[in-house]
């Protein structure tokens, strides 16, 4: 399942990754991205907010980061291919893979005992629950996740057509 | 070429922050001017270098993504091509940054005119591990592909070979074709025939052309030809109709398709990776939370090694002048002459020469302390991190560190505004720069809180003072913003380039020319400006100097209606009037126009604290100083602009002092 959407301020976090499918309508900034080699089928990876908000540090793979706002990124039309667990993209009962696990070992040692590590399947079966509710897809067990703990897991999102 | 003709030139272009400044230093070494480029004020560089038997204008470029312009500086680029095609293109690449610069580097290479390509930073691509196929790009391109390192010099005589043999057997470049869409192929190749067939007479490639003229507004900056004109002005309307996204963000997506595979190429398959010290270090300086108190920090050290540094170096000058001075006046030689000539010696071209030379420490540190800043690749995270905030007033970050040293002296703040990316973000900060406090106020407002208020609420006093003037920055940002003062305000997509070290050779470089460029370019017109205000003063000279009776004296009384209402007499006018020159003197001259030897009681007798007030709010808002002044007018290069400055200060100031000395009126102050 792809989806191309507007993804809104709020929702543009570390460690999220998008491909853009359309640049946006303000021309002077769709131009400058387009000169910039930031074009339709770019890969974007938010590498930071800046402390203040409103800024952001993008990856685009192909040489230096560079810094744009929000509002410009959100005029966007973005296929999300990676974020946050914590991120409000992630949609309810869709299948994630699990990309990488950041903070401490401790954590990430924790979380590899109740069977999360990278690769596992999970599925949000309800969303707005808290503590967050994650279901590994293979074993159905299930773990419960704080929000400081989801924040640490970024995962991707699995294409099922391409599957199929 | 014929090398007893003119000299061969050459311009450096390239995306913005790839070295082109760095290699035009190693390139021109000693022999450099800069100016600004008519009508905006973006810098401009030239210098010239020996190259065999030739002798080679070097030409540097403003920093541009493509000759399509989305900013001033891009259209400057992109009018330098086509009015005044160079003989030969040098594009420097950034090797770490292969793809973008590619765009650009295609684009150019389809004009047809002979070109070279610099891929720059080899040490730092080494010292990643990464190797280039530097073959395979000159193949592709068709033209000498060199590489080099601009900041250790390795590579320039194999750069400065390339140069030459270009220079000999100049070919025109046989750019690899980009294929576009078919409707785009049509309106070029129509566009391209038509052009063929009129009289339009350029070295440049006809498709080149005909490509900048579909994007351009208008094409009769370079054409008067109807027929080609009519022509494109078809094309646009049926382009704008048929593709459903603007028609140089469809070509630069054909560009960049070609780039990416070129860079494959070049890169072997090898993956961008980024530098890990930057990665480490912008993990602290960027960082969530001590990211800001970081920069605080660093902004304090800033400000401190600028004036910490530059003052008592000031000081020391200021003494062996007035020294000198005293000591040239008292020559027998000098004392023979009439009075009114002794003055004007000492008391006009002496003390305006002394101006400017108090000048001189602060910008040599100012622009020492930027460079480092700006090569080292923080001035990039200042912008990140401050940008919020700017964002308001319609700037960008980087204008954050211009106005916050413009509170220690407006001069070399305003001189800073050079580094920012945008004319309307440089516009719109040399435009605030005079509403700092800059030091040479403060020294007024301790003088005259200390006459007129106890110890206690003095200094509580100095800080209303500075809140006032953050208030004015801001409240006056947002007026300009709102009145489009500065034209539009451009995108702010910045790439955050690696820390790098700074080379002394760059950064003292840099100083030098700064203070070349301020005596050679704002020293004139501040020494006209102190012996404007040294005519207003001494003249008549039959009367003491600085009295009623002087045309100062009589201006200050014919203004005295206007400055009546704020609660400021003739006297304080006068001064006023000498604060054009240099806050620093407004208490000095206070001291001569009130005559008298105890200045404290005169003053103290003849103004109410609320009026001492209202005198050091005006103070703070009008003109800064007829240096700042020659600063906003060298570095905007527009009347304009400086006549804004001007004006808006003095109608700030006024009404400012006015809605505070009525209102206390109001309130039974007096
Ligand atoms: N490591 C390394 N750094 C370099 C080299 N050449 C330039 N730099 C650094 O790259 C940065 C940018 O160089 P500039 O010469 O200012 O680049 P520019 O192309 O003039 O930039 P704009 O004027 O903004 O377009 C500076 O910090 C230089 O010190 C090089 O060969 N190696
Ligand atoms: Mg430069």
């Known amino acids: 399942m792809t989806r191309t959407q507007h993804i809104p301020v709020s929702a543009l976090l570390a460690h999220s990754e998008c491909i853009i499918h359309s640049l946006g309508s303000d021309d002077k900034t769709v131009q400058r991205l387009a000169q910039m080699g930031i074009l339709p089928g770019t890969h974007l990876q938010i590498i930071r907010v800046a402390p203040l908000g409103g800024t952001i540090e993008v990856n685009d793979g192909q040489g230096q980061n560079f810094a744009l706002r929000q509002q410009e990124v959100a005029a966007m039309s973005c296929e999300p291919v990676a974020m946050p667990l914590i991120s409000e993209l992630v949609a309810e009962g869709q299948t994630y893979m699990i990309r990488d696990i950041r903070g401490g070992k401790t954590f990430q040692l924790r979380m590899a005992a109740a069977g999360l590590q990278e690769g596992s399947l999970i599925q949000i079966r309800k969303a707005g629950v808290k503590p967050m509710q994650a279901h590994f897809v293979d074993t159905n067990k299930q773990i419960s996740l704080g929000e400081g703990e989801a924040k640490k897991i970024i995962v991707e999102v699995i294409n099922h057509e391409s599957n199929s | ?670």
């Open chain 2, 1 to 670: 070429m014929n090398p007893t003709v003119e000299p061969i030139t050459i311009a450096l272009a390239s995306i913005p922050n790839s070295g082109k400044t760095t290699l035009f230093n190693r390139l021109t070494g000693s022999s450099q001017s800069t100016g600004n480029w008519p009508g905006v004020s973006v810098e401009q560089k030239s210098g010239l270098f020996p190259l065999g038997e030739y002798s080679v204008t070097l030409i540097d470029l403003p920093g541009a993504y493509a000759l399509s312009p989305v900013t001033e500086e891009e259209q400057v680029v992109r009018d330098y091509f086509l009015n005044s095609p160079p003989d030969i293109i040098l594009n420097v690449l950034d090797a770490g940054n292969l793809q973008r610069g590619l765009g650009l580097t295609l684009q150019m290479a389809a004009s047809a005119l002979p070109m070279v390509v610099a891929v720059n930073m080899m040490d730092e691509t080494r010292r990643r591990g990464i190797t280039l196929d530097l073959r395979a790009m000159a193949l592709h391109l068709g033209v000498p592909v060199i590489e080099l390192s601009a900041k250790t010099g390795e590579g320039l005589p194999d750069l400065k070979d390339a140069l030459y043999e270009v220079i000999k057997h100049p070919e025109k470049t046989r750019a690899p074709h980009i294929s576009c869409p078919p409707l785009l192929e049509k309106a070029f190749f129509q566009i391209t025939e038509a052009i063929g067939k009129s009289t339009i007479d350029t070295r440049l490639d006809h498709t080149f052309l005909a490509m900048r003229m579909l994007e351009a507004e208008s094409q009769s900056q370079w054409t008067s030809n109807e027929k080609v004109a009519a022509l494109t002005r078809k094309w646009q309307r049926r382009l704008k109709q048929s593709l459903h996204t603007s028609f140089p963000v469809v070509c630069a997506g054909c560009r960049f398709n070609a780039a990416r595979g070129l860079a494959m190429e070049v890169l072997g398959g090898q993956p961008v990776i980024e530098d890990k010290l930057s990665r480490r270090l912008d993990h602290i300086f960027l960082h969530r939370f001590f990211g800001l108190p970081i920069f605080i920090m660093l902004m304090f050290l800033l400000f401190q090694g600028v004036y910490g540094l530059g003052a008592p170096l000031q000081e020391v000058l200021s003494v062996a002048f007035d020294r000198a001075g005293s000591w040239l006046s008292s020559q027998t030689m000098v004392l023979s002459l009439p009075a009114w000539l002794q003055s004007f010696l000492f008391d006009g071209i002496w003390q305006g020469v002394a101006v400017v030379t108090s000048f001189l420490p602060i910008i040599a540190l100012f622009f020492f302390f930027m460079s480092v800043i700006e090569d080292s690749g923080y001035m990039a995270r200042v912008a990140f991190l401050m940008d919020r905030l700017m964002h308001r007033l319609g700037l960008d970050g980087k204008a954050f560190i211009s106005i916050l040293l413009g509170y220690g002296c407006n001069v070399p703040a305003v001189m800073g505004t050079r580094i920012l990316t945008s004319n309307y973000s440089r516009i719109l900060t040399m435009l605030l720069i005079p509403f700092t406090l800059c030091t040479a106020r403060l020294q007024i407002f301790v003088f005259l809180t200390a006459i007129f208020f106890t110890s206690t609420i003095a200094p509580w006093i100095i800080l209303a003072l500075y809140s006032c003037s953050f208030v004015a920055v801001i409240l006056t940002g947002f007026m300009l913003k709102l009145f489009r003062i500065g034209g539009a305000p451009e995108p702010f997509i910045m790439e955050i380039p690696p820390y790098r070290f700074p080379t002394p050779r760059s950064v003292g470089l840099r100083s030098w020319y700064e203070m070349k460029d301020f005596l050679s370019r704002a020293a004139p017109l501040i020494i006209a400006g102190v012996l404007l205000v040294w005519l207003l003063s001494h003249m008549p000279t039959n009367v003491p100097p600085a009295s009623a009776a002087t045309w100062a004296g009589q201006l200050g009384q014919i203004l005295a209606p206007v400055f009546q209402p704020l609660g400021i007499g003739w006297q304080e006018t006068v001064a006023l009037i000498f604060g054009f020159i240099a806050k620093e003197i407004v208490v000095g001259s206070l001291a001569v126009i009130y005559g008298g030897t105890d200045l404290v009681g005169l003053m103290s007798n003849h103004i109410t604290p609320m009026q001492s007030l209202s005198f050091m709010i005006f103070c703070l808002l009008y003109t800064p100083c007829v240096a700042t002044i020659a600063a906003i007018w060298t570095e905007s290069r527009s009347l304009r602009i400086t006549l804004i400055s001007l004006v808006s200060g003095l109608a700030i100031a006024w009404l400012t002092s006015f809605i505070f000395y009525q209102s206390g009126l109001l309130f039974g102050f007096h």
